[in-house]
Each structure stands twice: as structure tokens, then as C-alpha cells.
């Protein structure tokens, strides 16, 4: 799970969902605090669900409780999002049913950006153990979960502002000050 705000000042660290209860290679952070590389949450089917997105959810309410602020997080319509719970610094807005594709910003380019970072990552590794006559399908095979997760975090810093914004402009989100404001929802329609 990434998130972002749409003026692009602070991006929380990325969810990451496992099977195991506790990642060995993360034991040294302490959750709660902001050196953690990214939020670990587990289940037997490494999926999100109700009750973990509700455990997700309490914990950026209570990172908006210390920092003494109230956001709307922008959420699409899964059903395990609708968990009924309320909280004190958080208000979750829904957007319509099949309509993600065009209104929820982090499908509009910010997955992909991550999605694209992680693969030349991958790449340019594979490259040079080529270079270095090395196996490189062996390296790629002998990843370990700190090593995924530690790419995938890097992965998720490497995602611009400037991005963020576009695809919070993109999927029109503005501010009711912005000059963007004026201008009327793009309509579109596939064949």
C-alpha cells in the first residue's frame, strides 16, 4: 500500500504484506518509530483484509495524532476498506465503484513509477553479474525478503513530487485556490 499527500510533502512508508509474523531482517526497528523502512504487516495469505486494513488505518491515525493533524485519505471501493471503524484524525473518503481507473491518483502513474523503479533495479543488478560472469539468474533467485524489501522502499523514496502531483492533477484533485480548479473534468470513453 503507498500513500501519499496531494500538495506531495510527505509520502508514510510503503505496506508491505508477508506471511511471516515477524521479518528477522526487520527486528532491529521499532514500528512506531520513523527509521523503519517501511510498515510490515503479516496473514496467512500475505493479502490485504478487513482487520489488517484496520490495524493500517490505526496506525496512520495514530502518526496523525502525534503530528497534530486531520487528513482524508481517498480510498477505493474494496470491500475489505469498508471495515466500519471510525477515527479521530483520519476521515476515509470512497470513491465510486469501477471508476479507480480514472479517479484513484496512485493507479494513474504512482504504482507504476514504484512498479517501473523496482524492475531497472532488478535489471541493472542482472546486468552486472553478467558483467561480472556471474550467474545473474542465480542473484535474482537468491534475493532474501530484506533485500526485496529494502528495494522496494528505495524504490518508493525514488518517486518524485513533481509525479505525485500530476496524478493527483490528473485524476482531479486541486485545491480550490489552484488555477487547475477552473478548468472542467476531462471526459473520456473507451472502446
Not at 103 to 127: E, W
Not at 138 to 160: E, G, H, P, Y
Request: hydrophobic share 40%; net charge positive; glycine share 2%.
Amino acid at each position: 500500500m503507498l500513500t501519499a499527500n496531494m500538495d506531495r510533502t510527505e509520502k508514510l512508508p510503503c505496506v508491505i504484506i508477508g506471511t511471516v509474523k515477524q521479518l528477522m531482517c526487520l527486528r532491529q526497528y521499532n514500528m512506531e518509530t520513523s527509521e523503519m523502512p517501511c510498515w510490515y504487516y503479516h496473514n496467512d495469505k500475505a493479502w490485504m483484509m478487513g482487520f489488517l486494513f484496520n490495524e493500517i488505518m490505526r496506525h496512520i491515525n495514530a502518526r496523525m495524532q502525534a503530528q497534530d493533524q486531520k487528513i482524508l485519505m481517498v480510498m477505493d471501493n474494496m470491500s475489505m476498506h469498508h471495515v466500519g471503524a471510525t477515527y479521530s484524525n483520519v476521515e476515509l473518503l470512497f470513491l465510486p465503484p469501477n471508476t479507480t481507473l480514472i479517479t484513484q491518483p496512485m493507479d494513474l502513474g504512482i504504482i507504476r513509477s514504484v512498479k517501473c523503479h523496482y524492475r531497472r533495479f532488478l535489471a541493472n543488478m542482472y546486468l552486472v553479474e553478467a558483467e561480472n560472469h556471474e550467474d545473474p539468474v542465480k542473484l535474482i533467485q537468491s534475493l532474501n525478503i530484506k533485500q526485496a524489501v529494502d528495494i522496494v522502499t528505495r524504490c518508493w523514496s525514488k518517486v518524485s513530487p513533481g509525479l505525485i502531483a500530476n496524478c493527483f492533477r490528473h485524476a482531479r484533485f486541486v485545491k480550490p485556490d489552484s488555477p487547475d480548479a477552473a478548468v472542467p473534468p476531462r471526459l473520456t470513453s473507451r472502446v
